[in-house]
């Protein structure tokens, strides 16, 4: 990811925060490297979770734009600076969050956009195989946020270790009258929901469910959010 960031984004990115979430775990590159960007490492003494390790490693940022982005995210050459994409729509007037496409190894389409997950939602999309009908929330994997958008919700809540985050994050943007865009550009994202095959992740996976279902955030979503949002580019239109 590094690298990709290195060779297709020197000319948008400024500041790259790496956290290192086990206290042993070595840095990924050589010390002497140098690259095209400020690199800061972050190394916990314990591991924290995905919105805690990125609110720390976003906190006080003075960049214009913010970037959360998974390390298992790969970049495509032919897209050239992804980023810059992303950024361009998040310049827009009432965009708080814009999002790539993602595609798997095979350049498959992900369903990274997804409809609020309500029991009988997900009841369709696990058991019943449809897809999503609408979108009301977007994976977190790669988002790039006006930093003023990131400042008014306050970033992710931390009380979600795992799981939900973003779609709470989603919400939140939302409620508070900002747009999720996507931009017309894809990003590969090869990783595997590890809930699919470990049960601590499953556990996490569904704790995150239950605290979403019974949050305000969640509540206020179901009752004022539009029922009709088919597409990416209506999300939190009035």
Do not use: K
Request: a positive charge; charged letters at 25%; aromatic letters at 8%.
């Amino acid at each position: 990811m590094l690298q990709d960031l290195a060779g297709l984004c020197a000319g948008s990115v400024t500041r790259v925060v790496l956290t290192l979430n086990q206290a042993d775990e070595p840095p990924p590159f050589p010390e002497d490297q140098s690259w095209p960007f400020a690199l800061q490492l972050r190394r916990n003494a314990r591991p924290l979770g995905f919105g805690a390790n990125h609110n720390r490693a976003l906190a006080g940022a003075a960049e214009a734009f913010v970037c959360v982005l998974n390390p298992d995210v790969r970049l495509q050459p032919q897209a050239g600076d992804a980023l810059a994409a992303l950024r361009a729509v998040a310049c827009r007037p009432g965009v708080g969050c814009a999002y790539p496409a993602q595609v798997d190894a095979q350049g498959r389409v992900q369903d990274s956009e997804r409809a609020l997950p309500t029991p009988a939602a997900l009841w369709r999309r696990r058991a019943m195989g449809r897809s999503e009908a609408r979108v009301d929330w977007v994976n977190a994997a790669c988002l790039v946020l006006p930093r003023a958008a990131w400042a008014d919700v306050r970033g992710f809540d931390e009380r979600y270790y795992m799981y939900c985050e973003d779609v709470d994050l989603s919400l939140r943007l939302r409620l508070a009258g900002w747009r999720l865009e996507r931009a017309p550009v894809a990003v590969v994202h090869a990783g595997q929901r590890a809930s699919h095959r470990r049960l601590a992740h499953l556990a996490w996976h569904l704790r995150s469910l239950l605290r979403l279902w019974c949050s305000p955030v969640y509540r206020r979503a179901r009752t004022l959010l539009p029922p009709d949002t088919r597409a990416a580019d209506r999300i939190g239109a009035p």
